[in-house]
Every structure is written in structure tokens, then in C-alpha cells.
């Protein structure tokens, strides 16, 4: 069953920043890949970023980096998505997921190796 549970997006001024959160209440998420993905209207869900389970390792897609910036707390089995100079082009449902594997070695940004996922919490950027 899925734990996951998204919070703090919303509307923002294009060049604004918003926080996103990640709570997850079931399986403990610090031994998982944490990943972010979105999903604008029309088009398939997309990569955004991912933090491996020590949280040394990140991966970003490359219409994110330098501007969002993917965290863990594992005391609060939970990450967080920084999101900064945000565009229009942004605007989607923004997904946290874990991954399938426990203790992966590499970070993945392969949509299919995530099978829990939250329920989404729409960003509006805009001008």
C-alpha cells in the first residue's frame, strides 16, 4: 500500500520558489531511493529529480538543474524538493516515489523502478 503523502506546492510567481515535501508513514524511507517525478497535463509522467538512500548520491533531469535541489531527512523519514527561479513551464503534479529495491547502489531516475508513489501536489508557476 502506498505511504506516500506530497505537500507545499501551490501557485507562485514565475522566478518564485516553493518547498515540496514527502512524508512517508509506512515502509521505513531512508533504506529507498527517494525520487521526485511530475506529470503536466497531456503528457506523460517525467524524471525530475533523486537522492540514494545515504543521501550522497543525487541525479537531476537537465530541465531542473541548478534550479531544484533534492534533500532526505532520515531522522523524519522524509524528503523534501527545492524549487527555485520556477518557470511556466513547470506547472504539473509533482509525484514523490520510492524505489523498489532497498539499498540500490546507484541513484535511478527509471520511472519503473519506483513502485510506491504519493498522490501528487500540483505547482502552478506563472506569469
Known amino acids: 500500500q502506498a505511504h506516500l503523502g506530497e505537500s507545499g506546492g501551490g501557485l507562485v510567481q514565475a522566478g518564485g520558489s516553493l518547498r515540496l ?37 543525487t541525479i537531476y533531469a537537465d530541465s531542473v538543474k541548478d534550479r531544484f535541489t533534492i534533500s532526505r531527512d532520515v ?21 514523490c516515489a520510492a524505489d523498489r529495491v532497498i539499498y540500490r547502489v546507484t541513484v535511478t531516475g527509471t520511472k519503473n523502478d519506483y513502485d510506491e508513489w504519493g498522490q501528487g501536489t500540483q505547482t502552478t508557476p506563472y506569469e
Open 75 to 95: 531522522a523524519k523519514n522524509a524528503g523534501s524538493l527545492q524549487m527555485n527561479s520556477l518557470r511556466p513551464e513547470d506547472a504539473a503534479v509533482y509525484y
Open 21 to 57: 515535501s514527502c512524508q512517508d508513514s509506512g515502509r521505513t524511507l531512508r533504506m529507498y531511493t527517494l525520487g521526485w517525478f511530475r506529470q503536466a497535463p497531456g503528457k506523460e509522467r517525467e524524471f525530475v529529480a533523486a537522492i540514494n538512500w545515504r543521501g550522497d548520491k
